[in-house]
């Protein structure tokens, strides 16, 4: 059973940085792609990044791109999330999520396996 961890987030002030960790186990073979997705009350979760695990090639949401850097550690099995510049509209549980053969990044239904969140607070 592929299990995801994530871990890194917290209260920040806007314009601050955060490094979100994504941690990979329970498949002896690596994942197609990673992505990061998000969610705040009352709103649908949202695309935010994504990582072909072996070409390294990456998709951004519009509201991040330049901000946001995901990455990849294929010894750690480990996705990275760099997040800079910091904006309170990033607030949100942060969720990522694997899949192990070709769909389209910003589809949640890609994914088969998703981690349990982490939190990101950014006060202005």
């Known amino acids: 059973q592929v299990q995801l961890v994530e871990s890194g987030g917290g209260l920040v002030q806007a314009g601050d940085s955060l490094r979100l960790s994504c941690g990979i186990s329970?498949?002896?073979?690596?994942?197609?792609?990673v992505g990061w997705f998000r969610q705040t009350p009352g709103k649908e979760r949202e695309f935010v990044a994504a990582?072909?695990?072996?070409?390294?090639?990456?998709d951004y949401s519009a509201s991040v791109e330049g901000r946001f850097t995901i990455s990849r550690d294929n010894g750690e099995f480990t996705a990275y999330l760099q997040m800079n510049s910091l904006k309170p509209d990033d607030t949100a549980i942060y969720y990522c999520?694997?899949?192990?053969?070709?769909?389209?990044?910003?589809?949640?239904?890609?994914?088969?396996?998703w981690g349990q969140g982490t939190q990101v607070a950014v006060s202005s």
């Open positions: 990582i072909d695990w072996s070409s390294s090639s990456t």
């Open positions: 999520a694997v899949a192990f053969s070709w769909g389209i990044p910003q589809r949640q239904s890609t994914y088969n396996y």
């Open positions: 329970g498949r002896t073979f690596s994942p197609y792609r």
